[in-house]
């Protein structure tokens, strides 16, 4: 196993909201999942951008950290991810500097080009623009954060006139950056080039991947020796989707009819991504569940899930679990629960003292407990001889 002896586990908060809620309690449900998930002990939770489309529907990161932060006591709290084209370079820099100092050091910065063709049409952003836009803005993100002279910058999107910040970074020298990849190489190398780490929020099978995860995550390491910066496994994060419950038939069942809405009537009818199964849409969590895209069973699936993408990445330092509402709201808390109470203490080095404890008591059992009756014993026949 490659993997750390302490791995971060989080989840990844698009959020995905189905048509026809109240989008208020939405949100409201969103904000209480970070509480329970603060509860339980996970790591780190990243909370999307998007602003169209009808199904994610935090518009602004920044403010629902703001008030999750406020909430929760240890979570970490990261923008997964702030489309670097729809802002002022130096908005954003200020932005996560306040919350930096708000949050006493717990924010996270997550950056990507903008995922939904949508919202890039809306802002009058060329599609083909979005990747360069998104490195010269990163470019000058990091100048900010990490230069106390002022920067000047001309750009054909942004200007930057002797730009200062005058709140510097709570955490030194600055909050962590990590950048969007999904199977374009662009991300990786991104990463590589400002020593970022890496969130890919997306695992295609293993079958349909042109490229294996290890080449992959090569990329991110070339491009990081090519720019005299460093870039850690570690801090590789995947995505991946996943529901759990105390049986796997319980949880497919759970999950059937939410999956085939999330997958064909968002994904597919509106977003306009490829069919994922050619078949009838109640039986799209079983195909994808089956060809390991998704993990929908019990902790030990994704103990195995969790091992079998070890192998296929050559090692891994964070799980994002892909939040969604595919089941109601007992069955989504308690699948967090299973993973809390089952799945990350295998990974974080919880049972290792408490096995080898056991194992030791085990051993000694007979010779201990001879020598413990022998002591009861004497202590009965010292008694006798007091009366």
């Known amino acids: 196993m490659t993997l750390p002896s302490r791995m971060k586990f989080g989840i990844f908060l698009g959020p995905f909201h189905q048509l026809g809620e109240n989008p208020t309690l939405g949100l409201e449900r969103d904000l209480e999942l970070l509480q329970w998930l603060d509860y339980l002990g996970f790591d780190e939770a990243w909370i999307g951008e998007h602003h169209s489309a ?3 529907t935090i518009a602004s990161p920044e403010l629902f950290i703001a008030s999750a932060a406020e909430r929760t006591k240890h979570l970490r709290l990261g923008t997964g991810v702030i489309s670097l084209p729809y802002h002022h370079p130096m908005m954003v820099a200020d932005r996560m500097v306040q919350l930096d100092h708000m949050t006493r050091g717990r924010v996270m910065m997550g950056v990507g080009p ?6 890039a049409y809306m802002l009058g952003i060329d599609p083909a623009d979005q990747r360069d836009r998104m490195d010269e803005s990163l470019g000058v993100i990091i100048r900010l954060l990490t230069e106390t002279d002022p920067v000047t910058h001309q750009s054909d999107w942004f200007t930057l006139r002797e730009a200062l910040l005058q709140l510097r970074p709570y ?3 600055h909050f962590p950056i990590a950048v969007a990849a999904a199977q374009s190489p662009s ?3 991104l990463a590589g080039k400002h020593g970022a780490s890496v969130l890919s929020l997306s695992i295609p099978s293993e079958d349909s991947y042109t490229q294996s995860l290890k080449e992959y995550w090569g990329i991110a390491e070339e491009t990081a020796s090519n720019y005299g910066k460093e870039v850690s496994r570690d801090e590789w994060r995947l995505v991946m989707l996943v529901h759990l419950a105390d049986t796997r038939e319980e949880a497919i ?8 809405r999330y997958q064909r009537d968002y994904f ?8 994922a199964y050619n078949g009838p849409a109640d039986k799209i969590i079983d195909a994808l569940t089956e060809e390991g895209t998704w993990c929908i069973g019990t902790p030990d699936d994704l103990i195995a899930a969790i091992e079998r993408l070890d192998q296929r990445t050559g090692g891994f330092g964070g799980l994002l679990i892909h939040s969604t509402e595919f089941a109601g709201r007992e069955a989504v808390l308690h699948s967090y629960e299973l993973i809390a109470r089952y799945v990350m203490p295998r990974f974080q080095g919880s049972l290792v003292g408490l096995q080898k404890s056991q194992a030791w008591s085990a051993e000694k059992r007979h010779d201990l407990m001879a020598l413990r009756k022998r002591a009861v014993k004497a202590a009965g026949t010292q ?3 007091s009366k």
Do not use: C, H, I, S
């Not at 069942?253 to 085939?260: D, F, I, N, T, V």
């Not at 597919?268 to 069919?275: K, R």
């Open 253 to 260: 069942e759970q999950a059937r009819a939410g999956a085939a």
């Open 268 to 275: 597919e009818n509106t977003m306009g991504f490829d069919v």
């Open 54 to 56: 009808g199904w994610e």
């Open 383 to 385: 008694y006798d001889k």
């Open 171 to 173: 955490t030194q020298p």
């Open 114 to 119: 903008g995922a939904l063709g949508t919202d």
């Open 187 to 189: 991300g990786m190398r």
